[in-house]
C-alpha cells in the first residue's frame, strides 16, 4: 500500500531482507534440525552431476531459439537479442535467428542494427516474403528511400503490409496520388481520412497533408517515421505548432526525452495556451525526472482545461511525490479520487500518506470511508477502511471491515495482509502469522505486498525465537 517512491526507497533493503529469510518463510513448520539435516545434493551425487551436465553441454540453436522467443514474447527484448546472437553464432547461415535478431531491435527501435540483421536474412532467404517485409520497414524508418523501392518492387503488390509501405514510400517520395491509392487499398481509416480532410480544403497545402499523414502515422504506432516525416515538414515549415506537437510526442514514444522536451518548448513559443502541448512537455520533464519542472507544466496544462484531468492530476501527485511534497501530493490525490471513478484502487495512495506520511487518521479514516461509500461492493474499500482503524486502534471496527473485504474477495492480498497486523495487534501470534502466510501465497514474491507479508512473517518467527 505504500507508493512507487517509497519502493524505490526501501527496495535494496527489501530485497535483501527477503533473500536472507526466504528459506525461513518457505519453512514454516520445520524444526532447526531438520533444516539443518538437509543436503543440497543426494547421496547419489545425481543432482550434481546434473548441474554439471547443464553447464558442460552448450544450448543447442532449437534451445536458443526457444529461449530468446520466450523472452521477447514477454517484452525482455535485449535478454531475447542475447540469445538470437548466440543462435546465429550456431548456425550464422541460418536466416531465421538475423530475422529475429532484427525484429528485437526493431521492437527497441534500433533501426540501424534491425538493417543489418534484416538485411542478412533477406540476403540468405530472398524469396521470404516476411523477411522481406520486415526489412522494407527498417529502410524506411533509416530514410533508404532508393533501396526501399527495390525492395518493394520485388515484393508481393496484392499484401496489405507492403501496400500499407508502400503507400509510405509514395508519401515521402512526395508522390500523393499513389499514397492515397496504397492506402485506400489498405483501407486503413487514418489514412484514407487525412486524404479526405485534405481534399475538403479549397486551397489545400501539401504540408498540411503531410501534416496529416504525421498524425496517422503516429495513430498506427510508427512513430520513427512519424518522427521523420514532421522533422520534413518542419523544414520547410518552422512556424507548424502541430507538427512540433506531433513531433515531440514520437520523440517522447521513442524515449528520446530531451529532444521531445524541446520540441515542446518550440510549440509553446508559437502557443503559450495549447494544454496539450504543456502535458506532453511536463511529461517530457517527468520522464527526465525533472520534478518541479513538470509540476509547473502539469498546473498550467489543468490551468487551460487539458482534458482527460484525471492524467494530468495523476502524474502531478505523484510529481509532488517524488519531490516529498507529501501535503500537496495528497491534496491532488484527494481531488484526483473525486474525479476518477474506475475503482476503489485509486484510494490506496491518498489512504497511505495521510496514514504514513502525515500522521493524519482522521484524513485517512475520511478517504478510506469516502472509498467505501462509492466502491461498498469492492473488497479494497473495506480493506482501506480496516486499515486505518487498525492504525486508529479501533480493533472491532477493524476485524468487521476485513471481514467484510475478505467476504466479498477471499483472494485479495491486502486484505490477508492487514488481517495479519489485526491480530499482532489483538496477540494471536499464530493467526496472524497464518494471515501474512496466505497473503505472500496470493500474492508472491513480485508483488510488494508480498515482500511485505514475508518481512512481517519473518520478524514474527523471530520474536519468538528470541
Not at 558442460?56 to 535485449?78: C, H, M, Q, V, W
Not at 524506411?140 to 520485388?154: G, M
Not at 495521510?354 to 473495506?382: G, N, V, W, Y
Amino acid at each position: 500500500m505504500k507508493t512507487n517512491k517509497n519502493l524505490l526507497q526501501v527496495t535494496t533493503i527489501v530485497l535483501v531482507v527477503v533473500l536472507l529469510t526466504t528459506a525461513m518463510f518457505f519453512t514454516f513448520n520445520y524444526s532447526a534440525a531438520k533444516v539443518s539435516s538437509t543436503n543440497l545434493f543426494d547421496s547419489t551425487g545425481s543432482n550434481l552431476d546434473g548441474i554439471t551436465s547443464e553447464i558442460t553441454t552448450p544450448l543447442s540453436y532449437d534451445t536458443r531459439i526457444a529461449k530468446g522467443d520466450s523472452l521477447f514474447e514477454a517484452n525482455y527484448f535485449s535478454l531475447a537479442a542475447t540469445e538470437y546472437a548466440f543462435a546465429i553464432n550456431i548456425q550464422e547461415e541460418n536466416p531465421e535467428a538475423h530475422a529475429k535478431l532484427g525484429q528485437t531491435y526493431l521492437a527497441q527501435n534500433e533501426d540501424e542494427k534491425a538493417a543489418q540483421n534484416l538485411a542478412r536474412a533477406y540476403q540468405l532467404a530472398p524469396e521470404n516474403e516476411e523477411y522481406k517485409t520486415q526489412y522494407a520497414l527498417t529502410l524506411l524508418r533509416t530514410s533508404n528511400l532508393e533501396k526501399t523501392t527495390e525492395i518493394l518492387n520485388e515484393s508481393n503488390k496484392e499484401d496489405q503490409t507492403i501496400l500499407f509501405y508502400s503507400g509510405i514510400l509514395a508519401t515521402f517520395q512526395h508522390d500523393y496520388k499513389q499514397a492515397e491509392k496504397d492506402f485506400q487499398a489498405t483501407q486503413m481509416q487514418s489514412f484514407t481520412d487525412a486524404f479526405s480532410k485534405y481534399s475538403s480544403q479549397v486551397e489545400g497545402d501539401d504540408v498540411y497533408l503531410r501534416a496529416l499523414l504525421t498524425q496517422s502515422l503516429s495513430d498506427e504506432g510508427e512513430y520513427r517515421l512519424a518522427q521523420n516525416l514532421a522533422t520534413e515538414v518542419l523544414n520547410e515549415k518552422s512556424d507548424y505548432r502541430d507538427v512540433w506537437i506531433l513531433l515531440g510526442y514520437a520523440k517522447l514514444k521513442l524515449e528520446d526525452y530531451q529532444e521531445a522536451e524541446d520540441a515542446f518548448k518550440q510549440a509553446k513559443i508559437l502557443d503559450s495556451v495549447k494544454p496539450e502541448t504543456h502535458y506532453f512537455l511536463a511529461t517530457a520533464h517527468y520522464m527526465q525526472e525533472e520534478y518541479e519542472e513538470a509540476i509547473a507544466e502539469f498546473e498550467l496544462a489543468l490551468l487551460y482545461d487539458f482534458e482527460p484531468e484525471e492524467q494530468a492530476y495523476a502524474k502531478l501527485a505523484e510529481s509532488q511525490l517524488f519531490l516529498e511534497n507529501y501535503a500537496e501530493a495528497l491534496e491532488a490525490y484527494e481531488y484526483l479520487v473525486k474525479i476518477d471513478h474506475e475503482s476503489a484502487e485509486s484510494f490506496v495512495q491518498p489512504v497511505w500518506l495521510a496514514i504514513h506520511e502525515l500522521k493524519d487518521l482522521d484524513r485517512a479514516l475520511t478517504i478510506a470511508q469516502e472509498a467505501q461509500a462509492m466502491f461498498p461492493s469492492e473488497s479494497m474499500s473495506h480493506n482501506l477502511t480496516g486499515w486505518v482503524y487498525i492504525e486508529r486502534n479501533e480493533l472491532e471496527e477493524a476485524e468487521e471491515a476485513l471481514e467484510t473485504a475478505l467476504a466479498l474477495d477471499p483472494d485479495l492480498p491486502a486484505a490477508h495482509y492487514n488481517t495479519g497486523l489485526l491480530y499482532e495487534k489483538i496477540g494471536d501470534i499464530d493467526a496472524a502469522k497464518e494471515a501474512l502466510r496466505d497473503a505472500y501465497d496470493l500474492a508472491g514474491p513480485s508483488q510488494e505486498i508480498g515482500v511485505m507479508a514475508a518481512e512481517r512473517y519473518n520478524a514474527l518467527v523471530i520474536q519468538e525465537a528470541s
